[in-house]
Nanobody
Framework: QAQLVESGGGLVHPGGSLRLSCVAS????????VGWFRQARGTEREEVSC????????NYADSVKGRFTISRDNAKNTIYLQMNSLKPEDTAVYFC???????????????WGQGTQVTVSS
């Protein structure tokens, strides 16, 4: 059964850091473009970052540029989101997703994870 499983969320103070992981199973992640999304309570899901296959480009939402870094380890079938200088407005459930071609979008992805909660609060 193909699936994505996120981990690494939690409660952190403003200015702190977290690293999210997303492990794929049941399909070869190396052939997929992958991305991170987030959804705060009462809002729509939004794209945070996306990265292509090996050597592919990366992109970030303006709100996280310079603070978040997406990476992947195809040997481990895993993608990461390093989040630094966290702000209260980063509080959301974070999801990973995979797509066979272009970056996954909210309405188009081959696989979604179940999400991991990130709370930034003092």
């Amino acid at each position: 059964q193909a699936q994505l499983v996120e981990s690494g969320g939690g409660l952190v103070h403003p200015g702190g850091s977290l690293r999210l992981s997303c492990v794929a199973s049941g399909f070869p992640l190396e052939y997929y473009t992958v991305g991170w999304f987030r959804q705060a309570r009462g809002t729509e899901r939004e794209e945070v970052s996306c990265t292509g296959r090996v050597g592919g480009s990366t992109n970030y939402a303006d709100s996280v540029k310079g603070r978040f870094t997406i990476s992947r380890d195809n040997a481990k079938n895993t993608i990461y989101l390093q989040m630094n200088s966290l702000k209260p407005e980063d509080t959301a459930v974070y999801f990973c997703a995979a797509s066979v071609s272009a970056c996954p979008t909210v309405t188009q992805a081959a696989f979604w994870g179940q999400g991991t909660q990130v709370t930034v609060s003092s």
